[in-house]
């Protein structure tokens, strides 16, 4: 239960028979749901339970990434007809090479919702919920409504088009529904994640409750202070202080989701570096440049100030630190197979390289190095021996790779190497992955670090 801190250390007569402390047996019982990779919670309360009456859910979430793609917090078990929680950075006034607010977005059947939410903090705990209210006596709608640390939220206008022109431009309306025409979301409530799609939420969740009633405004906002005293009994709760294996948890975790011990303050960030935890994947990922060269990064994950954000949240750009870096030896960064090759562009003085290669990983997932030389696989990896290209679509014409094997030279992109990770060959969007046992220098090369597992930051030289 995040909201659990205490500020002071217990005296323990003899350490040696208790073990811990009165301190850190609280902060072990103290839990949170840390949701990365591909992981979920399924939970007991069933839709049907709520939501056709007036209902609230609330949670607190603690988003390891503001500016990246879709997130969800709450999800059904069933289908993706409706999820709340992290948006598509790039549907709010943020995009490519410019600030904005961190969105959050609703989907209920086949109506999609932005909120820009300017009190989000990544890295930090933010309280967020969904109110459905009564039928309104004027309209006779019932209306959903979005709050963030106990504000509001106002909808980004949602421009509907007709035959290709638009029509209309909704600013500033909540999204709703006749009573009459509600349909339950199916099954029950999940956590983390939205099924049938790759939208992930990366963070902590906590403190998960379910009214059966609409929450009075007043009363969201005391709960973003933590200031519940007037709340009704929810009509379901999840803290995660209890295991799942407890009955009474009603919840069971999945893939990626573990639960973790948190403070309920700020310093809970440092969970998303911890090697056990940071951006777990199926495969083992290895700097994708030769051992013993020196490459800064240029660009790290969820930086909206470059060229990365929203659906390409999570990508990194490299260079050389004390070399130039076009014509450089890039290599696999884990076992796979080669299945798509592009080579045949050859960019003007100034123009951008778009040869690219791609790799299918352990589980399913796919790399992708991009910004390589014209013909350089062809150089590189067939040893100047030309041979058909590989066939997506025909994994029987695909190139077996090991890590670390040269696969092609960067080409003149703004002096950079490109690389990211996808959950599917067919997916349109990045997600989070963390290399594994290299070295790191904030110091401009003076001295580095080891790290066991995790993801360089901007500035960082980098070797292995």
């Not at 009456?53 to 993706?80: C, H, K, L, R």
């Not at 975790?253 to 994947?281: E, H, L, Y």
């Amino acid at each position: 239960m995040r909201q659990l801190i205490i500020p002071f250390v217990a005296l323990v007569a003899c350490a040696d028979q208790l073990g811990t402390t009165e301190t850190e047996q609280a902060i072990m019982q103290n839990q949170a749901l840390r949701i990365a990779g591909v992981g979920f919670a399924d939970t007991d309360v069933r839709f049907s339970d709520f939501w056709t009456s007036p209902f609230t859910m609330t949670a607190w979430i603690n988003p390891e990434f503001a500016y990246g793609y879709y997130g969800p917090v709450f999800a059904s078990t069933g289908d993706a007809s409706f999820w709340l929680g992290m948006g598509d950075y790039r549907t709010g006034s943020g995009g490519l090479h410019q600030f904005g607010s961190p969105v959050i977005s609703l989907q209920i059947g086949g109506r999609l919702m932005a909120y820009e939410a300017h009190t989000l903090l990544r890295g930090n705990w933010n309280h967020l919920a969904l109110r459905r209210t009564h039928a309104s006596p004027k309209t006779g709608l019932v209306t959903y409504e979005v709050y963030v640390n106990g504000q509001k939220l106002v909808p980004v206008p949602q421009i509907v088009k007709k035959n290709g022109f638009v029509v209309s431009v909704a600013n500033g309306e909540d999204l709703s529904e006749n009573p009459r025409e509600l349909v339950s979301p199916p099954a029950s409530l999940r956590l983390g994640r939205a099924p049938d799609r790759d939208f992930e939420f990366y963070g902590l969740i906590d403190d998960v409750r379910i009214y059966d009633e609409a929450l009075d405004p007043e009363d969201i906002g005391m709960a973003a202070l933590s200031v519940e005293n007037s709340l009704p009994t929810p009509l379901r709760q999840y803290t995660f202080d209890v295991p799942e294996t407890d009955p009474a948890a009603g919840y069971a975790v999945f893939f990626d989701a573990v639960r973790v011990s948190i403070a309920g303050t700020g310093a809970d960030a440092a969970i998303f570096a911890d090697p056990k935890f940071v951006s777990p994947t199926r495969a083992a990922y290895r700097l994708p440049f030769p051992r013993g060269e020196f490459w800064t990064v240029l660009q790290e994950f969820d930086d909206p100030s470059v060229s990365h954000n929203g659906y390409a949240a999570w990508c990194w750009d490299f260079a050389r630190a004390f070399e130039k870096t076009l014509g450089a030896l890039v290599t696999a960064p884990a076992d796979g197979n080669i299945y798509n090759v592009f080579e045949t562009h050859h960019p003007d003085d100034g123009e951008i390289s778009e040869n690219v290669v791609k790799i299918v990983h352990a589980g399913g997932e796919s790399t992708e190095l991009l910004h390589l030389e014209d013909d350089s696989w062809t150089r590189i990896f067939l040893h100047g021996n030309p041979r058909p290209l590989p066939d997506q679509d025909d994994p029987a014409t695909w190139f077996g790779v090991q890590q670390l094997e040269p696969i092609a030279t960067a080409g003149d992109h703004s002096n950079d190497f490109h690389i990211a990770m996808r959950p599917s060959a067919e997916s349109l969007h990045t997600a989070p992955m963390a290399f594994v046992d290299y070295l790191a220098s904030d110091d401009g090369g003076i001295t580095f670090h080891h790290v066991v597992r995790g993801m360089p930051r901007k500035g960082q030289i980098l070797t292995h």
